[in-house]
C-alpha cells in the first residue's frame, strides 16, 4: 500500500500526469459529491429547451436543460456516478477474471494454455462493439448485464498481457530459486510473479478505465445502456441529437464531461508508464 | 513456410468455426424468442409451434446448427423480418457504403498517422515530439460520439460550412462524407501516432543505427535506409488492426450521421430483434475482423527478419 | 617525431546525460592524447565512463547527452565545430569506432554485402562496383573470413558472434581510419574467439600503422595491446603511464586495487583429491544425453541440437568439480539437469542412490529439492525485484521447516559480510557484488548437501570477483557442501577447484584433479583452451605474471 502511493506522489514531477491525476479526482469528487452539488434533482422536469444560464425559481440552469426540461449540470453530475460506479465495478470483475486466466495460462503453459487463449482469441476476434450488441440484445440491457458484457469483452485483453508478462517472468531465475525450494505453483504465482505485474498493469488499468467509460458511454449513446432515466453521458447525447443542432449545448457538456475524465485516465497512464520504464 | 501458413489458416478456420457457434448459441437457441420474434407478439401458441416445427427447430441443437451452418455457407443468409426481403440484398449495398467510408479514412490516416509517428520517433523528447504526443493523447481521450458532436455544433450549427446528415438521399455527396471521416481518423490517428512514435524512438535507439551513423552515412540516409525498414513492421500490423476497430466505429459514426452503412445496419437489427440480419452481420463482421488479424500475424512474420530466415 | 599534432587529443572534457534534476556527469575534465600509430588504453569497470568517451569524440553521444566542457580535436581541428561535412569524414575516414556488440551492432534486416558496400569512399569517387567488391573481398580476407561469398549475402543472425566481430572490424577498417577505437571487443565473445580477435587486432595495426585506442575493464587485455595505459573511475582519469607503470601498482589506490584483484591471494588450493576421494559419491551421473530441438525457418521445427551427449561424471561430498567449456558445451544444462530445471533425454543421475534425472523439478520430493541448490551467473535475475531481501532470505531459511525470524537472517546475512539492516531493502537497491552475495546466502540456507554454482561471478566486475568467490568457498567449507562450479575462466578454476571436468560439444574430453588437468593437459582441446586463456589476457580474472615482466 505504502509503495502504490509512493508510486503516484512520484507523478509530481510530470506535469502532465499531474493535469491527469487532477482531473480523474475532480470528477472522483463530483460523483461523490453529486447529492451536494448539484443545484437541482436530475430527473426532474424544469424548463425544456431552457439555454445555460437561464433562471429557474432562484436558482441558474447553469448548462441549460435538455428536450424533457432537467437540468443539464445536475445529470452531468449524477452521470459521473453511474459512469464510475460502473466502470470501476466492471474494470476491476474484468481484472480478476483475467489476472487468474493469465497467471494460470503463461504459468502452466502446455494444454492449460492453449485452451485459455484460444477462448480469448474466439472473444477478441469479434470487433468490439459487434460483441456488445450481440451480447446485450441477447440478454438485454441492464446495470448487471452491463458488467457481465464488459467483462467477457475485456478480460481476454487483460489476460493477454498478464499471460506475456508471466510467460516472460516464470525464466527468470528467481522463479527457479523458488521451485528448488520447494514452493508449489500458486505460491510462485501469487507471491513471486504477481507482484512484478503490478507496474505494467497499473498503466494497463488506468487505459482501461478510460476505455470502459468510453464503451459505458457509447452503449448508452447506442440506446443498449442503462435503463432510463438514469443520466448516463452518452444517452443525454443520444436523446438530444434530433435538436443538437438547433441546441448544442444539450450535447456539448456531457461530450466535455467523458472527453476530461477519459483524457484524465490516459494522461495519468502515460505518466505512470515512464514512471515504470525507470523503476 | 507453408506449414506456417497452413497453421495459420487452420487456426482461422477453427476460431470461425467456434465463433459461428457461439453466434447461433447466442441467438438461435430459445426456439420461443424466435417465434415471436418472425411471427410478431400476436401470433397464437399454436401458430409459433407450427412454425418452429415446419422449420426444424425442435429438432436436436447440434443438427440445427450444422444446417444453419450449411446454410451460411452456401450463401442462403435467410430473410430480413423487417425488410422482408432475402438479408443479401438489405446487407452488401450497404457493406459497400462503409467499405468506401473506411477506404477514405484509411486513405487519410495511414499516411498522416505514419508521418507524425516517425517525426515524432526521430524528434524524440523535443518540442515537436512533445507536441504530437499531446495531440495523440487528447484526441484518443475523445470518444466518436463526443467528437461527433463538438465537430457538429461547430462546422454545422456556428459556421453552416457542412450538411448535418449524411444520409445521401440526394445521390452521392462527397461533403457528406467529410464530418463522418473527420471523426473516425481523429479518433485513431492518435493511437497509430504513438504506436509508430514508439518503434521508431526504440530502433533510433540501436546501435545498429549508430554503426550507420559512424560509418559516416548523412543522417537523412540513416533514417531513410536503415530506420524506416525495421520501424514501420509493428505499425503496419497496426494499421491492419485497424480495421477490425473500423468496424466498431462505424456504427457510432454512421448511427450519428444517419449514413447508412453496414454498422446502422446491425444496430437497427438488434434493436428490431431481425434475428437472420444479425447473425449475418455478426458473421460477416467476424470473418473480416479475423482474416484481417491472420494476414497481419503473417505480415510480421515475414517481414521480421528474425523469424523469416532463423 | 615529426611535429604534426597528434591525432586526437581530447582536454578537460565534460560530458553530461540527462535534465533536469536527472543529470549525472558522465565525464569530469578528461584529458588523453593519441599520437600516429600509438596504443593507448582505458581501463575502468562499468560506470567509469570510458565508453562515454569513445562516443563524444565521434559526437555520437545520443539525444540524452552533452558536452558540457573542454575541447577535443583531431589532427588540430576542433571536432565539436566541425560543419556536417568534416563530421562525415571524420566517422569514414579519420577514426573508427569496434562497438561492444557485434550482433546488436549491424542493421538485422540488410545483408552483410549490402552494409559494407554502403560504406563512404571504400575505394575512391570514381570507383565501380566491381572495385568496390573487389576492395572488401581484400578486406573480408584480411579479417580472416573465409567464404566470403557466403558472409556477403548472409544476414546477422546467421553468422556467429566471432565472425560478426570481424565483420565489424572490416567495415571500420574500409574507411581507412587513422584511428581505431575499440569498445570492449571480447567481452561478448568466448575465450578462444577473443584471443583470435586480439591476434588480429594486432596485426591490422601493425600492417596498416593504425593507432589503437582500447576500451576495456579487462587489465590483462589492455596489457597485451597497449603501451600506455589510463586508469578511469567515476568519471574520473584517476591514474596514467606506462603499461609496466600501471601493472606494478601505479600511483593511485585504486589501480593498486585493480591490479591486485587480478591475481588472487593465499595459497593455491592443493589439487589434492586424495581427501576425497574414498568418499561414497553424492551425485553419480552415467550416460547423461540432452536435445534441443532447432528454431526452424518461420517458427517451425527444424532438427535437433545435441547439448549433452553420453556423459559420465561422479561428485563426492564436500568436493569443489569445476566443470569447464565454451559457450555451446553443454556445461550449464547439465547444472540445470542436476537442479532439475531440465529433464535428460538419456541416461541417469542419481542422487545418494535415487534417480532424479530424468524428474523435473515439480515431481521430486521436497526433501531432495532442498538438498540441490543453485547460485545463477545474472545477479539481476536472481533476485525476486519485488520482495525485499530479508523476505526471500527467510523464505529460504523456513524452507527446512526453521522459525521465520529475523535473528536468523540477520545471521545468514552476517555470514555472507552484509549489514543486518539490508534485510528490509529491495534488490535495486543493492550492488551486482551484495545482490550475489544475497543470492548465495539464499542457497545455502536449507544447508544442501550440493551447490551448483553456474558462472558465480562472470556478471560482476573484476574487483568484485575474488571477494564473492572466497565467500563462496568458505561457506562451502563451513557447511561441508559440494561444489559444482560452472566456468569458462580456467584461470579462476586454477584457483577454486579440488578435480575439473572439461566439456566440449556436449562431452568430456578430460578430466582429473585440477594440478593434472590444467598443469599438464592430455587432450589437445584443453591445451588449446589454456593457451587462449594466456594469450587473451584472460576472461577477467588474471594472469599468472603481471604483462611486461620478462
Not at chain 2, 274 to 282: Q, R, S, V
Request: aromatic share 6%.
Amino acid at each position: 500500500m505504502r509503495r502504490f502511493l509512493q508510486t503516484f506522489v512520484a507523478l509530481r514531477h510530470r506535469p502532465v500526469a499531474v493535469v491527469g491525476l487532477a482531473l480523474v479526482l475532480f470528477w472522483f469528487a463530483a460523483a461523490l459529491l453529486a447529492p451536494v452539488l448539484a443545484p437541482f434533482d436530475p430527473l426532474t422536469p424544469l424548463k425544456p429547451f431552457a439555454k445555460p444560464g437561464a433562471a429557474h425559481g432562484d436558482a441558474l440552469l447553469l448548462l441549460g436543460a435538455d428536450t424533457v426540461g432537467r437540468d443539464i449540470l445536475s445529470r452531468v453530475l449524477f452521470g459521473a456516478r453511474a459512469v464510475l460506479l460502473y466502470a470501476i465495478g466492471a474494470t476491476l470483475l474484468a481484472y480478476a477474471v483475467g489476472v487468474a486466466a493469465g497467471l494460470a495460462a503463461g504459468y502452466y503453459r502446455g494444454r492449460v494454455d492453449t485452451v485459455l487463449s484460444f477462448g480469448a482469441n474466439v472473444v477478441l476476434s469479434f470487433p468490439v462493439l459487434v460483441l456488445y450488441i450481440l451480447i446485450l440484445t441477447t440478454v438485454g440491457a441492464s446495470g448487471l448485464n452491463i458488467l457481465l458484457a464488459v467483462t467477457v469483452a475485456s478480460a481476454p485483453g487483460i489476460m493477454r498481457v498478464v499471460r506475456g508478462l508471466t510467460l516472460e517472468l516464470r525464466e527468470r531465475e528467481f522463479v527457479a530459486a523458488a521451485k528448488l525450494r520447494g514452493d508449489g505453483a500458486f505460491y510462485i504465482m501469487l507471491v513471486e510473479i504477481l507482484p512484478n505485474v503490478r507496474g505494467p498493469l497499473l498503466v494497463d488499468a488506468c487505459l482501461r478505465f478510460g476505455y470502459v467509460i468510453i464503451t459505458i458511454g457509447v452503449l448508452g449513446f447506442l440506446g443498449l445502456g442503462l435503463p432510463p432515466p438514469v443520466p448516463d453521458w452518452g444517452s443525454m447525447i443520444k436523446e438530444a441529437r434530433q435538436v443538437a443542432l438547433a441546441f448544442p449545448h444539450m450535447t456539448l457538456a456531457p461530450a466535455v464531461a467523458i472527453s476530461s475524465l477519459v483524457l484524465g485516465f490516459n494522461l495519468l497512464a502515460d505518466g505512470l508508464r515512464d514512471l515504470d520504464g525507470r523503476g | 513456410m507453408c506449414l506456417f501458413l497452413l497453421k495459420r489458416l487452420g487456426m482461422l478456420a477453427l476460431t470461425m468455426l467456434v465463433v459461428s457457434v457461439v453466434v447461433f448459441l447466442l441467438l438461435e437457441l430459445t426456439p420461443g424468442t424466435v417465434a415471436t420474434k418472425v411471427l410478431g407478439q400476436y401470433a397464437t401458441v399454436e401458430q409459433q409451434r407450427i412454425w418452429l416445427e415446419t422449420h426444424g427447430y425442435f429438432d436436436p441443437a447440434a443438427e440445427r446448427y450444422l444446417r444453419w451452418l450449411a446454410k451460411l455457407l452456401t450463401g442462403d443468409l435467410g430473410e430480413s423480418l423487417r425488410y422482408k426481403t432475402p438479408v443479401g440484398d438489405v446487407l452488401w449495398p450497404r457493406l459497400l457504403n462503409t467499405v468506401i467510408l473506411g477506404a477514405a479514412v484509411l486513405a487519410i490516416m495511414v499516411p498522416l498517422s505514419l508521418a507524425l509517428g516517425v517525426v515524432a520517433g526521430m524528434r524524440e523528447g523535443r518540442p515537436s515530439d512533445r507536441v504530437i504526443s499531446i495531440v495523440s493523447v487528447v484526441t484518443t481521450s475523445v470518444p466518436e460520439f463526443a467528437s461527433a458532436a463538438f465537430l457538429s455544433a461547430l462546422f454545422v450549427f456556428a459556421l453552416g460550412w457542412l450538411p448535418g446528415t449524411s444520409a445521401m438521399s440526394g445521390g452521392f455527396n462527397w461533403r457528406e462524407l467529410v464530418l463522418p471521416v473527420a471523426v473516425l481518423v481523429l479518433y485513431d490517428f492518435g493511437y497509430v501516432v504513438r504506436m509508430t512514435r514508439a518503434s521508431m524512438a526504440d530502433v533510433m535507439t540501436q546501435p545498429y543505427i549508430r554503426t550507420a551513423l559512424l560509418k559516416g552515412l548523412p543522417f537523412r540516409v540513416v533514417v531513410l535506409r536503415h530506420a524506416l525498414r525495421n520501424a514501420l513492421i509493428a505499425p503496419f500490423t497496426v494499421i491492419l488492426l485497424q480495421v477490425n476497430w473500423l468496424l466498431s466505429g462505424v456504427i457510432v459514426v454512421e448511427s450519428f450521421f444517419a449514413y447508412k452503412g453496414f454498422g446502422a445496419l446491425l444496430l437497427e437489427a438488434s434493436l428490431f430483434g431481425d434475428i437472420f440480419l444479425i447473425e449475418a452481420c455478426a458473421m460477416v463482421a467476424v470473418v473480416v475482423a479475423v482474416g484481417t488479424q491472420t494476414l497481419a500475424d503473417i505480415a510480421y512474420a515475414y517481414l521480421s527478419p528474425r523469424i523469416r530466415f532463423a | 617525431m615529426p611535429d604534426t599534432p597528434p591525432l586526437l587529443e581530447i582536454e578537460d572534457l565534460c560530458v553530461r546525460y540527462g535534465r533536469r534534476g536527472r543529470a549525472f556527469d558522465a565525464l569530469r575534465a578528461v584529458s588523453l592524447t593519441v599520437g600516429a600509430g600509438e596504443r593507448v588504453g582505458v581501463v575502468g569497470e562499468s560506470g567509469s565512463g570510458k565508453s562515454t568517451l569513445a562516443l563524444a569524440a565521434l559526437r555520437a553521444l545520443g539525444p540524452a547527452g552533452r558536452v558540457t566542457g573542454g575541447i577535443m580535436r583531431f589532427r588540430g581541428a576542433d571536432i565539436a565545430a566541425m560543419p556536417g561535412r568534416a563530421l562525415r569524414m571524420l566517422r569514414s575516414s579519420g577514426i573508427g569506432l569496434v562497438q561492444q556488440e557485434p550482433m546488436a551492432a549491424l542493421n538485422p534486416a540488410m545483408t552483410i554485402g549490402r552494409q559494407l558496400r554502403e560504406v563512404p569512399g571504400v575505394a575512391g569517387p570514381d570507383a565501380t562496383a566491381a572495385d568496390i567488391d573487389s576492395r572488401i573481398q581484400t578486406m573480408l580476407e584480411e579479417v580472416r573470413l573465409d567464404d566470403s561469398a557466403r558472409i556477403l549475402a548472409a544476414y546477422p543472425h546467421q553468422l556467429s558472434g566471432g565472425q560478426l566481430q570481424r565483420v565489424c572490424l572490416a567495415m571500420v577498417l574500409l574507411g581507412q581510419p587513422s584511428l581505431l577505437i575499440l569498445d570492449e571487443p571480447t567481452t561478448a565473445l568466448d575465450t578462444r574467439t577473443s584471443a583470435a580477435i586480439i591476434d588480429l587486432v594486432r596485426d591490422m595495426a601493425d600492417r596498416h600503422g593504425i593507432a589503437l585506442l582500447l576500451i576495456s575493464h579487462d587489465l590483462g587485455l589492455i596489457g597485451a595491446l597497449t603501451d600506455r595505459v589510463l586508469v578511469m573511475q567515476g568519471g574520473a582519469v584517476v591514474d596514467r603511464g606506462t603499461a609496466v607503470e600501471i601493472f606494478t601498482g601505479g600511483n593511485h589506490p585504486y589501480t593498486a586495487g585493480l591490479v591486485r584483484a587480478m591475481t588472487p591471494a593465499g595459497p593455491m588450493p592443493s589439487g589434492d583429491p586424495a581427501p576425497f576421494a574414498a568418499r561414497e559419491p553424492l551425485v553419480r551421473i552415467a550416460g547423461v544425453g540432452k536435445s534441443y530441438p532447432l528454431a526452424g525457418r518461420w517458427g517451425g521445427v527444424g532438427g535437433q541440437v545435441a547439448a549433452l551427449r553420453g556423459l559420465d561424471l561422479e561428485i563426492v561430498p564436500g568436493e569443489t568439480l569445476a566443470l569447464v567449456g565454451e559457450s555451446g558445451s553443454g556445461k550449464s544444462t547439465l547444472g540445470r539437469i542436476l537442479a532439475g530445471l531440465e529433464a535428460a533425454d538419456d541416461g541417469t543421475v542419481a542422487f545418494e542412490g535415487v534417480e532424479i534425472g530424468a524428474t523435473p523439478i515439480d515431481r521430486r520430493p521436497r526433501e531432495i529439492r532442498l538438498e540441490i541448490q543453485m547460485v545463477f551467473q545474472d545477479p539481476d535475475g536472481s533476485l525476486n525485484p519485488s520482495l525485499s531481501v530479508g523476505r526471500q532470505l527467510s523464505r529460504a531459511l523456513a524452507s527446512r521447516g526453521g522459525i521465520l525470524d529475523a535473528n536468523a537472517t540477520a545471521a545468514l546475512l552476517d555470514m555472507v559480510r552484509l549489514p543486518a539492516a539490508f534485510a528490509s531493502r529491495l534488490p535495486r537497491e543493492l550492488s551486482g557484488g551484495q545482490k550475489q552475495r544475497v543470492a548465495i546466502a539464499r542457497a545455502f540456507a536449507p544447508a544442501p548437501r550440493i551447490v551448483v554454482a553456474d558462472e558465480p561471478v562472470s556478471a560482476l566486475d573484476a574487483s568484485l570477483r575474488r571477494d564473492v568467490l572466497d565467500l563462496l568457498r568458505r561457506l562451502q567449507k563451513d557447511y561441508g557442501t559440494a561444489l559444482l562450479l560452472i566456468s569458462h575462466d580456467l584461470t579462476l578454476v586454477r584457483w577454486f577447484a579440488d578435480r575439473v571436468a572439461v566439456l566440449r560439444d556436449g562431452a568430456i574430453v578430460e578430466s582429473g584433479p585440477v594440478r593434472t588437468v590444467l598443469g599438464s593437459p592430455r587432450h589437445a582441446y584443453t591445451r588449446a583452451l589454456l593457451a587462449a586463456a594466456l594469450e587473451g589476457g584472460s576472461a577477467g580474472f588474471g594472469r599468472s605474471e603481471p604483462p611486461g615482466a620478462p
